[in-house]
Structure formats: structure tokens, C-alpha cells
């Protein structure tokens, strides 16, 4: 046994004296530093610049990432790259009235390799609407009930955002359907330069225009009703006495007004039922709008040879808009120009309880959740079985009776 032993630490001692010598030849990786400069001359001017942008150096082969945060000039600069070849991405966001502008560039497959480089990476910005339909519960519950309708709509930038004086609409034709519409809007007018509403509700925008702020992360609720309707219906998903806002109708008394709610202001009502805003629980097109000039019931538009009343609404107004429809058969019978959004997204059957949300996109540092918005509800959208009030835990703001 003891030779053995003796025999093992001899060739123990022969392989590490090997080990030594081989890592005596080995040398320590020298990192390089790193510059990137943001170009944004492209983009317009009139579009405000992040206060800083999110830089990302992504070596996929040895899988590694570094970020860094660039300085308000849009400068970074990084002594932590080991070499090799490198994606670089840049990402940034700003807020503007009511829009959320991104901005991207990136220089891909990169070799990096000498000390000191600087890269030079050019940004485009897209536009999004700061607020945006998260989720919303259209076709109503077992029994046919559908008094719980309810629009979520979501600060999905990184800024405060005001809802006062943001309107919700919905487009006619009501339901999807294989009739064009030739809309009439008057000489020297381009019908396609307008979006045309049967039905709009409107915040209340009171004195300084701050009443109703909506942090990053955070949603508010638009109640058809704004009452606990598993009590009502035990059927219905969702209690809605704590929404921060309902399309009261005021002149009727079928349904209750609940105090802890505010009450919409109802804009235009072409196509608003006598008791309550019941949408067709075979799919709306809805769009948000931050309007520029006010507007009433005086006046109105038509289609050709028809007599179905609509309000023109700038296109420029619309923060953002989804398309719903009944069915899979019905995506390619829109009522929303494609610029506001290119598919349309549906439960499939009406009185279900399912509702659509919006697919998450990424999660920020800071766990605040940011949702697709392509303008497209096809890819944007998900069917949920059951609907949620303010899913994935999104925050209700100080001011909502949630909060209490």
C-alpha cells in the first residue's frame, strides 16, 4: 500500500511540474478601450433627445455583454472590452405630446481589437404613443352579459403622462365588414388624412391640465360601468368599482353612477346606445387621440350613398389604435388605416370572458414592463382566457380610488 501511495505522488508531482510550465507560457488578456459617439443629425430636430442612451457591446461567440450608459452628448466610452467581435447597440426614448419616440442603431459583427477605437453609430427614432391600450375586455360574459366592458390604458415610457383630455373612440362602421366606406369630407379635404368616429369619450381636462398623471408603469381604467359585476354577474372576471374613470351615461337611471369614479365627458355619441356605451362584443376599432382643437356634434361626415353619421378625427391626433374583430375570417375587413395599425387581433366567440392584452415586450432594471407596439395588433396582441384588471401587476396611481 505504501508503495502505492508513494507511486501516485510521484506522478502527481510530474504532472503538476507539466501543469506549471505549461501556464508559465500563458499571458494575461489585455482589455482595449472603447468609444461610441450617438449620431442622431437625421432625425428631426423637433423630436427631443433622451437625456442619455443605453449602449450594449455583445460578443455572441463567447457570450458576452456589456452596458454601458452614454453622457447627454450622446459619449461613452469603455475600458472593459475583451477583444473579438462585437454587436454594438444603442437604445434610447423621449416623450413628446402624448408620443414615446425610440431610438435605435446599431454596427454589427465588429471586430475589436486595438486599443482606443471610436465608433460613430447613427440612430433612426419611431413614434409611439406614450399611453397605449394595454388590455381591453370587448365581448362580455356567460349569460350575455356585457356591462363589464373595460379599456386598461398604460404608461408604457419612461415619463409622467396626463391623461386629461385624452379621448377614446371608436370607428365607424361599428362592426368589421366587407362594405367600403367612400368618406365625404369636403372639398380640398383627403378623406385618408382622417379616422372617423361614431362614439368618443373624453377625460376631463380641468385647470392646469396635471390632474390625472400616470407614472411610468402605471394604468388607468376606463369602466363601461364602474361597479363589481361578480357581484352583479357572477359569471363577469372583473370588479370595476375601483376604475378611475366611467362612460356614465348622465340622462338615464337603469345604471348606478359610482362617486368614486369620474365621469366621462361623452363627445360625440353617433353610436352610443341610450343607457350605457356598449361596444359590439364582436370587436371595435378603438383609437386614443390627444385632440388639438375641440370638436362637437354639429357637424358631421358621411360615406357615399350612406347615411351612417361619423366626426372626422385628424389622423396626426391618434396616440394610438387597435383593431378588433370577431374571428380570424373577418382581419382583412378594416375600419383602421393600416398607418395606425396594420392587422387586428380577436377572442374568436363573443360572451367567453376573454379578453386581448398586449404582449410584453422587455422588462426595464427597475421591473417596469414595457408592451409591444409595432402598430400592428396581430403580432402585438395576446387572447387571454380571463380577463385582468391591470395584469402583470401594472401600478394604479396615487390619485385612483385603487390606491385607497
Known amino acids: 500500500?505504501?508503495?502505492?501511495?508513494?507511486?501516485?505522488?510521484?506522478?502527481?508531482?510530474?504532472?503538476?511540474?507539466?501543469?506549471?510550465?505549461?501556464?508559465?507560457?500563458?499571458?494575461?488578456?489585455?482589455?482595449?478601450?472603447?468609444?461610441?459617439?450617438?449620431?442622431?443629425?437625421?432625425?428631426?430636430?423637433?423630436?427631443?433627445?433622451?437625456?442619455?442612451?443605453?449602449?450594449?457591446?455583445?460578443?455572441?461567440?463567447?457570450?458576452?455583454?456589456?452596458?454601458?450608459?452614454?453622457?447627454?452628448?450622446?459619449?461613452?466610452?469603455?475600458?472593459?472590452?475583451?477583444?473579438?467581435?462585437?454587436?454594438?447597440?444603442?437604445?434610447?426614448?423621449?416623450?413628446?405630446?402624448?408620443?414615446?419616440?425610440?431610438?435605435?442603431?446599431?454596427?454589427?459583427?465588429?471586430?475589436?481589437?486595438?486599443?482606443?477605437?471610436?465608433?460613430?453609430?447613427?440612430?433612426?427614432?419611431?413614434?409611439?404613443?406614450?399611453?397605449?391600450?394595454?388590455?381591453?375586455?370587448?365581448?362580455?360574459?356567460?349569460?350575455?352579459?356585457?356591462?363589464?366592458?373595460?379599456?386598461?390604458?398604460?404608461?408604457?415610457?419612461?415619463?409622467?403622462?396626463?391623461?386629461?383630455?385624452?379621448?377614446?373612440?371608436?370607428?365607424?362602421?361599428?362592426?368589421?365588414?366587407?362594405?367600403?366606406?367612400?368618406?365625404?369630407?369636403?372639398?380640398?379635404?383627403?378623406?385618408?388624412?382622417?379616422?372617423?368616429?361614431?362614439?368618443?369619450?373624453?377625460?376631463?381636462?380641468?385647470?392646469?391640465?396635471?390632474?390625472?398623471?400616470?407614472?411610468?408603469?402605471?394604468?388607468?381604467?376606463?369602466?363601461?360601468?364602474?361597479?363589481?359585476?361578480?357581484?352583479?354577474?357572477?359569471?363577469s372576471p372583473v370588479d370595476l368599482s375601483k376604475a378611475e374613470f366611467e362612460t356614465f351615461i348622465k340622462t338615464q337611471t337603469v345604471n348606478p353612477d359610482n362617486p368614486e369614479s369620474v365621469n366621462m365627458t361623452l363627445k360625440i355619441d353617433f353610436n352610443v346606445f341610450g343607457t350605457q356605451w356598449l361596444v359590439t362584443v364582436f370587436g371595435g376599432a378603438y383609437v386614443l387621440f390627444m385632440p388639438e382643437a375641440d370638436f362637437d356634434n354639429a357637424t358631421w361626415v358621411q360615406p357615399k350613398g350612406n347615411a351612417t353619421k361619423a366626426k372626422e378625427i385628424p389622423i396626426d391626433w391618434v396616440t394610438d389604435g387597435v383593431e378588433l374583430v370577431n374571428n380570424a375570417t373577418k382581419v382583412t375587413q378594416k375600419r383602421m388605416p393600416s398607418s395606425l395599425d396594420a392587422g387586428a387581433t380577436y377572442t374568436g366567440a363573443a360572451y367567453t370572458g376573454k379578453s386581448v392584452s398586449r404582449k410584453i415586450k422587455s422588462t426595464m432594471p427597475d421591473g417596469r414592463i414595457v408592451y409591444m407596439d409595432t402598430n400592428n395588433s396581430s403580432e402585438d396582441f395576446q387572447v387571454n382566457s380571463k380577463a385582468v384588471v391591470r395584469r402583470n401587476n401594472a401600478g394604479a396611481p396615487s390619485w385612483s380610488p385603487a390606491s385607497k
Open 1 to 235: 500500500m505504501k508503495k502505492i501511495i508513494i507511486l501516485a505522488a510521484l506522478i502527481f508531482a510530474a504532472v503538476s511540474c507539466g501543469s506549471i510550465n505549461d501556464l508559465k507560457d500563458i499571458k494575461e488578456i489585455q482589455k482595449v478601450t472603447t468609444n461610441v459617439n450617438v449620431v442622431t443629425s437625421s432625425i428631426s430636430a423637433e423630436i427631443p433627445r433622451p437625456d442619455s442612451y443605453t449602449v450594449k457591446f455583445i460578443n455572441y461567440d463567447e457570450k458576452l455583454e456589456i452596458v454601458k450608459t452614454t453622457d447627454a452628448s450622446g459619449k461613452v466610452s469603455t475600458s472593459d472590452i475583451v477583444p473579438g467581435v462585437y454587436t454594438i447597440t444603442v437604445q434610447g426614448e423621449s416623450a413628446k405630446g402624448g408620443f414615446t419616440y425610440y431610438f435605435s442603431g446599431s454596427e454589427t459583427n465588429t471586430s475589436i481589437v486595438s486599443d482606443n477605437k471610436s465608433y460613430n453609430i447613427e440612430l433612426t427614432a419611431s413614434k409611439a404613443g406614450a399611453l397605449i391600450l394595454k388590455e381591453i375586455y370587448f365581448n362580455g360574459s356567460t349569460g350575455y352579459y356585457f356591462k363589464d366592458q373595460f379599456y386598461e390604458i398604460y404608461n408604457n415610457s419612461n415619463e409622467v403622462q396626463y391623461a386629461d383630455g385624452l379621448c377614446i373612440a371608436t370607428l365607424m362602421p361599428a362592426t368589421a365588414t366587407t362594405t367600403t366606406y367612400q368618406w365625404e369630407v369636403g372639398e380640398g379635404k383627403n378623406p385618408d388624412d382622417y379616422i372617423y368616429c361614431g362614439a368618443v369619450w373624453q377625460i376631463p381636462a380641468e385647470g392646469n391640465g396635471k390632474n390625472y398623471p400616470v407614472a411610468p408603469g402605471e394604468s388607468i381604467i376606463i369602466a363601461q360601468i364602474a361597479q363589481n359585476h361578480t357581484v352583479i354577474k357572477p359569471t
